[in-house]
């Protein structure tokens, strides 16, 4: 069971280079109870990329989660300014 939500959505764009990306990561429960990490990412406006990791404990996706939001912020992602909830759907 997942204590607290865990929900990130993020977008680097650089009109120069004509770089327009987003990265969404969520914990959710899995139908055995156990933690899943799901990760999507790609071209705004476009469906990309999705990898789903399991976890048999919630903290070990928690500590993947932060560890990935460090490296997506050292990068240049950042928040969009009218984020919706169906920008992560």
Not at 39 to 47: F, K, S, V
């Amino acid at each position: 069971m997942i204590a607290q939500p865990y929900q990130l959505y993020v977008e680097r764009t650089d009109t120069s280079k004509n770089m327009a990306r987003y990265y969404a990561m969520s914990i959710e429960p899995d139908l055995f109870g156990e933690a899943c990490l799901i990760r999507r990412w790609g071209r705004i406006g476009a469906r990309g990329q999705r990898l789903i990791h399991h976890f048999k404990r919630e903290e070990e996706a928690v500590g993947l989660f932060l560890q990935l939001l460090r490296q997506k912020r050292r990068r240049g992602y950042g928040p969009r300014a009218n984020f919706s909830r169906e920008a992560i759907s």
